[in-house]
């Protein structure tokens, strides 16, 4: 019996590992190739720029708050999925500060946006949160089991409709 629930767990884990790599697939679409088709990406201005002063800008928009705000919420679930995954919380932001600075560096070193701190800052800031909603979820249910059900459901269906979002954007376009 005790052999069966193992690999219950393991279809589980390996459920979540999945969610999180394609999530995270996402991510770097999302960030390095700004969403664009193949044929889109090679029409696309490549330039290269480097920001080091914290959540300073050069032009004056009102666009810059709800960058900070996208850039947020891009990163909570990550901090969510590795604290399922077992990460400590501590790991689990530092691993997706380190995954957003090779973003940046990415970035800058193809060309493809600016490398900005303030992208950094806010996106760790977002594994922050990610993290302490996970531990919103260990108060709310104290069984791992059904505390990870609800996250693994939650994550199923956000990135399901995040893949169809994504899907209707390059159809129309």
Known sequence: MRKEALMQERKKDRLTVALAVIYGILVVWLILFKMATPSEFAEMRHERALNL???HYDEETSNHLSEVL?????FIPLGIYLRMLGRRSGTAILLCAGFSLALEILQYLFGIGAADITDLITNTFGAAVGVGVYWLMEKLFKKQETRHRVLRAAALV???LLIALMAVLILSN
């Open 158 to 160: 956000c990135t399901a």
């Open 70 to 74: 996208d850039n947020v919420l891009v």
């Open 53 to 55: 002063i914290p959540f």
